[in-house]
């Protein structure tokens, strides 16, 4: 065989760039944004609609004819019209017949229905060969060229030679086709536009409760209690002072929860002796959202940075320091660098810096467009390896400031411990289990666990 045929079949230019009819009916926002962009990627386009009349809406290239004069010119027919009026096409069973219909619905509610509109289609026209498409692109994303965002279309259907045409019209609108297999998966499909940040529910709802919590926590201890015992109006502590403590215990403790359920993770599987077993729901409900976790800590994380970094701007730190001077200068005294109080203050800033920055490494790596440029082992080194590090980071961080706190009597305000105590309850306790982990004799098992052996196997050989 010639080598460089197929080559050549590859460079040859496509004698014909003739694109097939495709009818729409419905002429709505959806069916003339679709109609438009068809149009503009060379499809004729011709309109199935209740008035033939042509409006200035219409594109303007496009054909508007009867239901059934419409269905005639065109193998592929997008139904773009709501699901409640889909009775109306019974009586045009014979014209569709053996026709490509493409379901692009949605409905106002989950499950709102038993089946998928697209199912329902399907039954109506037993005839046609039902394909589910288009429906997680919005006309105005379609009209106005906005579509980077949603440039996937998730496609199914039962006819597979059906399916091919409607991916080959997705691609020619420069989207991407995504199979999704057969038409039972249109029920999910058609559930993805309805869902509103489903993986991220859970991480928002407990940041906001964890907040919450040590928000006031923090108002009780050092406003309150202050004004009460010591007779000192410390409110202003709410706008930035307590902010800045709230963040970076936030952003410790998320981070140490994006960690934790690998650890019950271990813990469960060494205790079964296999891993071909289900975690319970709640483990594998909260693996799922570790990415969004991750990403609520940066963004406490980075707070924490901003609130730092607008410190000498404050009032009161320059009444704080210009008091110190001018007591200095009264008792004509000059205090001693202690060098102690230096290295702790250096060591804690540096912890912090490189704490934040891998920080900022992990939240880069979980990015879809950097993700998807890395191997497995690579995806992995940066979020296990260097995540791990950046919790160690972080910890040391949060022990070189707080520290200090940890035996001082006068912390214990209402013998409540002080918030940096609580951030570390968590992270310290990821990482002590972390590094029982990684001993040999605990590793070993846990790894040949991973890789499919089992304690006792249910099905030997
Ligand atoms: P729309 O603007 O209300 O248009 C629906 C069209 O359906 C009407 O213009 C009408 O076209 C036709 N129609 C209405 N009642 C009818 C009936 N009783 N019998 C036959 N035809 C009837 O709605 P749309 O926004 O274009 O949405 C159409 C479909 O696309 C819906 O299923 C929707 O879920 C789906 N969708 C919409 C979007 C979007 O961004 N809008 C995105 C994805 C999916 P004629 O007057 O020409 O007959």
């Known amino acids: 065989m010639n080598k460089n045929s197929s080559n050549t079949m590859a460079l040859a230019p496509n004698i014909s760039n003739k694109r097939e009819t495709v009818c729409i009916f419905g002429t709505g926002d959806f069916g003339r944004a679709l109609g438009h962009k068809m149009i503009q990627s060379g499809y ?3 309109y199935g609609s209740r008035s033939t009349q042509i409006s200035n809406l219409i594109p303007k290239d496009a054909e508007v004819l009867s239901h059934a004069e419409a269905a005639q010119k065109a193998a592929i027919i997008i139904i773009a019209i709501q699901r409640q009026h889909y009775n109306f096409l019974t009586p045009l069973a014979e014209v569709l017949q053996g026709k490509v219909l493409v379901d692009i619905s949605n409905n106002l509610k989950l499950n709102q229905y038993p089946e998928s509109n697209a199912e329902y289609l399907a ?6 060969k039902v394909v589910k498409a288009f429906n997680t692109v919005s006309a105005w994303a379609l009209q106005s060229g906005t579509l980077d965002a949603s440039r996937q279309v998730f496609v199914c259907g039962d006819d597979v030679e059906a399916k091919q045409m409607v991916m080959n019209i997705v691609r020619a609108l420069g989207l991407t086709p995504l199979d999704k297999g057969s038409l039972l998966a249109a029920q999910e499909i058609e559930n993805y536009p309805l ?13 906001l409760g964890l907040t919450a919590f040590f928000f006031l926590y923090c108002l009780a201890l050092d406003v309150i209690y202050t004004y009460i015992y010591e007779n000192n109006n410390f409110s202003f502590f709410i706008a930035i002072t307590i902010p800045n403590r709230v963040c970076p215990v936030m952003a410790l403790i998320l981070l140490a ?3 934790l359920p690998g650890i019950f993770a271990a813990i469960i599987q060494l205790y079964r002796g296999t891993k071909y077993r289900r975690f319970p729901d709640w483990l594998d409900k909260w693996m799922l959202c570790r990415k969004q976790l991750g990403l609520v800590a940066l963004a406490f994380a980075s707070l924490h940075a901003v609130f730092t970094l607008v410190t000498p701007l404050r009032a009161f730190v320059s009444w704080r320091t210009s008091k110190g001077i001018i007591s200095q200068a ?6 001693p660098l202690n060098n102690t109080n230096a290295w702790l203050s250096d060591s804690y800033l540096a912890l912090g810096i490189l704490g934040y920055f891998l ?3 992990l939240g880069i790596t ?4 950097v993700s998807n440029n890395v191997n497995w082992r690579e995806f992995r080194f940066v979020q296990s390896k260097l995540g791990y590090l950046a919790l160690i980071l972080c910890t040391a961080h949060t022990l070189v400031y707080g520290g200090k706190w940890f035996l001082s009597p006068s912390a214990y305000k209402w013998y409540l411990p002080n918030i940096y105590i609580l951030s570390l309850i968590v992270p310290c306790a990821v990482l002590v289990v972390k590094f029982v982990l990684i001993f040999p004799c605990v590793d070993k098992p846990l790894t040949k666990i991973r890789q499919g052996w089992e304690r006792n196997p ?3 050989e």
């Open 44 to 46: 004729p386009v011709v």
């Open 123 to 128: 039954q109506l026209l037993p005839g046609s």
């Open 195 to 207: 869902q509103l940040f489903p993986m991220w529910k859970f991480p928002i709802f407990l940041s």
């Open 257 to 259: 929860l994006v960690y």
């Open 330 to 335: 009264l008792n004509n005294k000059t205090e």
């Open 359 to 361: 920080f900022v490494l």
């Open 366 to 369: 979980s990015l879809p467009s």
């Open 458 to 460: 249910k099905y030997s």
